[in-house]
């Protein structure tokens, strides 16, 4: 064993011959043993193994608190999962705002997602939807966060997240359907299907019985769609 022992909690040494010394005072609590030639001094019993086991472990402990401090500093500067950017991609935060991208749009396809922050589904869902909106510059995608709208997502009877409705000019509403990760491909046939070339022939159609007056809000939140 090495001469010196440090020990990073209060920076003291401990030197051979000093615990050479102390183990001599310890041993005068033993009966049978000369009595401490110091009876003022305190002595307990201390081993080298103690010591060493005291010594380092305090510092394992500290190093752990660095690691996960500077975890938790980096997760809080990085931007939540639906709150990541695509040019294409637009958030909604009121009826207004929908109904105006919607005009906004003209003949324009347009998708628009409805989530959850809370919902595990939407977030599994997002990346792959975010590389979708890339491959698609030409497609409006937008995000309709249902917690902060609900009178207008109970307008249009979402019931369950994730959710998606396709408009396009004056076709006005083309599909709607609830997609998890796992029928993925489903939206992508929908976009086959529906972003194709073609004229309008008028204004864009209303979305039903959608209105800017607020209503009361759902109790209850939606339910996740299905995995499989």
Not at 73 to 83: F, I
Not at 187 to 210: F, Q
């Amino acid at each position: 064993m090495a001469d010196v022992l440090r020990l990073p909690f209060h920076s003291l040494r401990f030197s051979s011959s000093l615990l050479t010394s102390f183990a001599s005072s310890v041993s005068s609590l033993q009966p049978g043993l000369p009595a401490n030639p110091n009876p003022y001094r305190r002595v307990y019993p201390l081993s080298y193994s103690s010591v060493a086991h005291f010594a380092f472990r305090p510092r394992k402990q500290l190093v752990n608190i660095k690691v996960q401090a500077t975890v938790a500093e980096r997760d809080k500067d990085q931007p939540k999962w639906w709150e990541r950017s695509v040019p294409n991609m637009v958030d909604i935060h009121s009826t207004q705002e929908f109904l105006s991208a919607l005009g906004q749009a003209g003949d324009r396809l347009v998708i628009v997602e409805f989530y959850g922050t809370w919902c595990a589904s939407c977030r599994a869902l997002f990346p792959k939807l975010c590389r979708t909106a890339e491959d698609h510059p030409e497609i409006l995608f937008l995000k309709v966060n249902f917690d902060e709208n609900k009178p207008m997502c109970k307008s249009m009877n979402v019931k369950v997240l994730p959710y998606f409705h396709f408009y396009r000019g004056s076709e006005g509403q083309l599909e709607s359907f609830s997609c998890s990760l796992a029928k993925f491909q489903k939206l992508k046939d929908a976009i086959a299907l529906h972003n194709t070339a073609r004229c309008s022939i008028g204004p864009p159609k209303g979305v039903g019985d959608l209105t800017l007056e607020p209503s009361s809000a759902p109790k209850d939140k939606p339910s996740e769609s299905a995995s499989s």
